[in-house]
């Protein structure tokens, strides 16, 4: 609402800012007072739990980015202190064991506070929360916590996942940093898909391409990568970042977010209401497009996938530069050098095209300022080119960040291009993949759109949602030759301009063709 300056979207989601900050008591607990009856899908009881709390936190610390209210400095502050006096007593699993396994998304807005505030309590709260949250450290470096099936919750997993790295920011120790590798490695090696996801439906489920993969896992997985990116720099992390964003997050949502599948599979011939080999199946409407089928946490949780990244395309380094680690159109507004104020454009087709234009503005009478501009260069990119005004600067290789240290003024132009040629990956048994770029493709099967009105279970699953059925074959296999010699092998037609919509099957830019 607030990077689009959009005042609908502001006057729609304030109020819930504004009543999260007049809950508050003496003691500085938020949040409602009371338990209510039961609702299918919804949380009621257990008013206290910890667990709802910390969403809420996340949103504050948002809506205080976004804003600068002080209130939200104020209601945290407090809020930390009741946490630091009870969390004794009443540890993060005392009402539901969500908490323990999430507990990384609380101690990320108490240090996010401490570098706000300097309050040495809050130092000392993140230490409490640490103890009592799941050791994903441990997890990672020293289980089979990512080769046994059933061993976690996906979304869990998804949230979990920074918690070493969270915590590394105050205690730079060298394990949190190889816990995070570790753990991505063996999830991708023992359950990832070849659209970024891994295999979890309810539970850690393999990488079977029929298995499932929740939309809340998209979201939040997203959202630990940018966390582990911003913490470490890891390129490793900003690939598999854009591999979700640009292939799982929107084949998983319609185009006007009115329909959202609980799973999809990175095989799915039919979205229909069947019983699947998920963890758990609701009734079977776990992959059908609607807001209640599967289960509604998604409809509530989807939303954060697209302006997160948003807010993660531009990072501040600590040579008062700055970085563009993850591509979309975006323009920033920020301070470099000895704080001079700098616009920078970037205006590209990216992940559809492989050319990305930057344009630096200075304030009007500004002096040109000298600062390092960091590149980041994806690992599928084999040789990369950077020009600047025009003139070749650096041809460069895959997977690393390339700092343009010089003196800018306005007018100033660096194009980044990024060479895109198709691969194929090999995932579960032997099944393979063609991809190019940040972007996997996918057999362009025909579709029929069925409507379905649901009189058996509406409250459950709500009254409406849609399948959809193939009407041409599905059942291909590529030959062997095809896959050693992709370049010869396959056609790449790409359209002039990116439509708008360009997710969907009827706009999309680019098509790969082979016989």
């Known amino acids: 609402a607030y990077i689009l300056n959009d005042k609908n979207l502001i006057a729609k989601a304030k109020p819930w800012v504004e009543w999260a900050i007049k809950s508050q008591q003496p003691d500085g607990y938020f949040g409602p007072s009371q338990d209510y009856p039961a609702e299918k899908g919804l949380q009621r009881d257990n008013s206290h739990d910890w667990w709802p709390k910390m969403v809420m936190l996340k949103v504050l610390k948002q809506y205080y980015s976004a804003t600068g209210d002080k209130r939200v400095i104020s209601l945290l502050t407090n809020y930390f202190r009741y946490q630091l006096k009870e969390l004794p007593l009443k540890p993060l699993d005392y009402w539901s064991f969500w908490a323990r ?4 998304d609380n101690l990320m807005v108490v240090y996010w506070l401490y570098n706000i505030t300097g309050d040495e309590f809050l130092l000392n709260l993140g230490e409490l929360i640490h103890k009592q949250t799941f050791n994903y450290t441990d997890a990672f470096l020293n289980t089979d916590l990512m080769t046994r099936a059933g061993s976690i919750h996906c979304v869990n997993l998804a949230q979990g996942f920074k918690e070493p790295l969270v915590y590394y920011q105050h205690h730079p120790d060298e394990q949190y940093t190889a816990a995070a590798r570790k753990g991505l490695r063996g999830l991708i090696k023992y359950n990832g898909m070849a659209h970024g996801l891994y295999g979890g439906d309810e539970a850690l489920h393999g990488n079977n391409p029929t298995q499932g993969s929740e939309l809340c896992s998209a979201v939040e997985m997203m959202f630990s990568l940018e966390t582990a990116l911003q913490i470490t720099g890891d390129l490793t992390y900003a690939d598999q970042l854009e591999k979700i964003a640009f292939n799982a997050l929107p084949a998983q949502t319609s185009d006007d977010y009115m329909g959202r599948q609980y799973f999809q599979q990175a095989n799915q011939v039919m979205i229909s209401r069947h019983t699947r080999n998920f963890d758990v199946n609701h009734s079977g409407t776990d992959l059908c497009y609607g807001l209640l089928s599967g289960y509604p946490c998604c409809t509530s949780n989807m939303h954060q996938g697209w302006p997160k990244f948003a807010q993660n395309l531009w990072y501040a380094t600590p040579d008062r530069g700055v970085a563009a680690l993850v591509f979309a159109p975006s323009e920033l507004n920020t301070l470099v050098g000895n704080e001079t104020e700098v616009t920078i454009k970037e205006e590209t087709g990216y992940p559809f095209l492989d050319n990305i234009k930057f344009t630096i503005t200075l304030p009007k009478k500004s002096k040109p300022v000298q600062f390092p501009f960091h590149l980041r260069i994806p690992s599928w990119c084999k040789e990369a080119s950077i020009t600047l005004n025009g003139k070749e600067w650096k041809m460069v290789k895959s997977n ?11 007018g100033d132009v660096v194009d980044l291009k990024l060479p895109m040629h198709i691969y194929s990956n090999t995932w579960y048994e032997n099944s393979r993949s063609v991809e190019r770029g940040p972007l996997v493709y996918a057999l362009k099967i025909g579709e029929e759109i069925r409507p379905v009105v649901n009189d058996k279970d509406p409250i459950d699953y709500g009254r409406y949602y849609y399948e959809v059925h193939p009407t041409s074959p599905w059942n291909y296999g ?16 790409i359209k002039k301009n990116i439509p708008a919509f360009p997710w969907n099957l009827e706009n999309a830019p680019i098509t790969i063709k082979t016989s």
């Open 478 to 493: 590529l030959p062997e030759m095809s896959i050693k010699k992709m370049t010869e092998a396959f056609q790449v037609d």
């Open 101 to 104: 396994y999430r507990g990384g």
């Open 400 to 410: 690393q960040v390339i700092v343009l240290d010089t003196i800018w003024k306005t």
